[in-house]
């Protein structure tokens, strides 16, 4: 039997772990690597490769970086490469009809939540912000629509806990990679079909904004915490203490719940053990937080250094 030759399209870390596992697979032949153009970063703003462009210069693979996927000459050079298979994971822009109607399977989208639930840019987020219990993986097949089409195959994992977006990430990213290869397998043995989703139960969720990560203390301790959880490592959850000339803006890293109450915003107390703020119910003891500029540290380093008294409002 041929290898079945396959189009990887994919650019962050979530992307390069379902690059690998198809690499590991003798039976698939990857004929391209397509991810997004180089782009700034750093201070010094130097043009960086993508995690997935890195994977695939280190296996030998072929690499496109088109500017828009509509383009037709990008499309051209994919539909003389032939391929059976599409696998997209997290590539970053709208596929055009012309792109998903050239493999003889389709394309296969790795998507970080149960669909219909959490369709769009941030799913991973948004399970930890809205505070559900589990969240999954699922292997669709790619139609015009955003996260709309057929499901093939699904995944769960329970939301812990100690996890936050980079840990569900992680996690993730490694249960969709294997799900992919799963899939693919089944789709070209016939032994699997799609299913519709049910748009009724669908829900949208944006991309994240740096100011998503404002801490508004009136709210729930839960909340908060969740908004902790899911805002780690980026952008952070944030707060501002008073000071001149200006606020000092806290990221905070790490917190605990507390079974107490007291006035939104207020310092109920600062020790070794952390920061007990309360909230709009019950409070939040913090644990790890950084200044604006300076270094990630526990709350006993924090308050060696800045007086925090009790009644000190955030």
């Not at 695939?56 to 000459?73: C, I, N, W």
């Not at 917190?255 to 310092?267: D, H, I, K, W």
């Amino acid at each position: 039997m041929a290898a079945l030759r396959i189009i990887f399209m994919g650019t962050p870390d979530l992307a390069a772990a379902s690059l690998r596992a198809l690499l590991r697979v003798p039976k698939f032949q990857i004929v391209a690597v397509v991810t997004q153009p180089d782009r700034p970063k750093g201070r010094d703003l130097k043009l960086q490769p993508s995690p997935v462009k890195q994977l695939a210069f280190e296996a030998g693979l072929s690499v496109l970086q088109p500017e828009k996927a509509r383009d037709e000459k990008f499309i051209a050079e994919l539909r003389v490469l032939q391929p059976e298979v599409i696998a997209v994971a997290a590539f970053g822009q709208i596929l055009p009809k012309a792109i998903l109607d050239l493999p003889r399977f389709g394309c296969l989208n790795v998507h970080t939540s149960l669909l219909p639930k959490y369709r769009g840019a941030s799913p991973i987020q948004s399970a930890i912000l809205n505070g559900d219990e589990t969240t999954g993986v699922t292997i669709m097949q790619m139609d015009v629509g955003l996260d709309t089409g057929d499901m093939l195959m699904q995944n769960t994992t329970p939301i812990r806990d100690e996890d936050n977006a980079a840990t569900l990430h992680d996690r993730l990213a490694e249960m969709g990679a294997e799900l992919l290869v799963e899939t693919i397998h089944g789709l070209v043995a016939g032994e699997l079909h799609g299913y519709k989703q049910d748009a009724a139960l669908a829900t949208h969720v944006s991309k994240i904004r740096k100011e998503d990560g404002n801490i508004v203390w009136s709210q729930p301790a839960r909340a908060i915490w969740n908004r902790i959880r899911a805002f780690t490592p980026w952008p952070g959850a944030f707060t501002y203490l008073p000071a001149l000339p200006k606020p000092l803006l806290l990221k905070i890293w790490e917190a605990e719940l507390v079974s107490t109450r007291g006035v939104a915003g207020e310092v109920l107390s600062a020790d070794k053990s952390g920061i007990v703020i309360g909230c709009g119910e019950d409070a939040l003891r913090v644990t790890i937080l950084q200044r604006e500029g300076g270094r990630r540290m526990s709350a006993q380093e924090f308050l060696a250094g800045n007086q925090l008294p009790p009644g000190t409002i955030f």
